[in-house]
Structures are given as structure tokens and as C-alpha cells.
């Protein structure tokens, strides 16, 4: 199944497609989509994305060979490895990584083309940085 498609039918259950990947943990292969939604992820709308698309999926496999499938909620801490993702954190703590090798922590305050304005919470200064100049973000809260 492509992507949009994917999106289609996770938007038309009322929540939005917000990333998948494959990876492999102890020699299992999973398949996971992240779904969002501004009133939350529950435990039942994960099985029901799940069982809209496992079926499809029987019938045109996102990889060869056995897999799982898993649907689940992005959580508090989730990565952010599209420019979307930044657009739609705006006023959100994320922990970021540049290709130049530094690290910081910042607040998400606006996104304008590939570019991302952060308050710098250690140097307490907004600092601009180009979205291709990250090699890692990731939300996180503050308890």
C-alpha cells in the first residue's frame, strides 16, 4: 500500500498519519504507524486503524517476509524527522542534533520554509537553524 493511501484511510477514521518505519527487535521485524490526533490516541482507535489496514496489508505487504504490524500513538518524547513534524510542534521542548555535531535543547517557535526558529534554552537566545542541518530532534517534557 502506498503512503497516500495509508494517510487516506487513517484520515478518514478521523486521526492523522503521522510516521511509520520498520524495525527489527530481537530478530522480529515490526511495521509501525504512528497516528495523531489533536484529542489524543486511544487504545481503541489503534485497533481500529488496525483493523482497517491489516487486511490490505495481507494483500500488499509494506515488506517481504513475516512481520508485525503495530499502530500506536507517537507519545510525549517522539521524534520529529520531517518538516511537518516541526510545523506541528510549534511551542514544544525538543532535544536536537546538527550535522556540525551540536547538541542543545529548544522550544519550537516557528517554521518558516526549511527553516526553523528555536529559543535556546541553555544560552537563552532564539537561534535559526535550517530544517537538511538536522541529523536528530526529538520532543520531550519537562516534569
Known amino acids: 500500500m502506498d503512503n497516500q493511501t495509508l494517510k487516506q484511510l ?3 477514521k478521523g486521526v492523522s498519519l503521522y510516521d511509520t518505519e520498520i524495525v527489527t527487535d530481537k530478530d522480529k521485524r515490526i511495521f509501525r504507524i504512528y497516528i495523531t490526533s489533536k484529542n489524543g490516541i486511544s487504545l481503541n482507535k489503534c485497533s481500529e486503524i488496525t ?6 496489508l ?3 505487504p509494506p515488506l517481504n517476509g513475516e512481520y508485525t504490524l503495530e499502530v500506536s500513538s507517537p507519545g510525549i518524547d517522539r521524534k520529529l524527522s520531517k518538516l511537518e513534524h516541526f510545523e506541528n510542534s510549534i511551542d514544544e521542548l525538543v532535544k536536537i ?3 556540525c555535531g551540536e547538541k542543545f535543547k529548544s522550544k519550537i517557535l516557528k517554521v518558516e520554509n ?4 528555536l529559543y535556546d534554552k541553555d544560552n537563552k537566545e532564539e537561534k535559526l537553524v ?3 542541518d538536522i541529523i536528530k530532534a526529538k520532543t ?4
Open 97 to 99: 542534533k546538527l550535522s
Open 114 to 117: 526549511k527553516n526553523i526558529l
Open 51 to 56: 483493523k482497517i489496514i491489516s487486511p490490505i
Open 10 to 12: 487513517i484520515e478518514d
Open 58 to 60: 495481507d494483500i500488499d
Open 130 to 132: 535550517n530544517f537538511n
Open 140 to 143: 520531550y517534557f519537562e516534569w
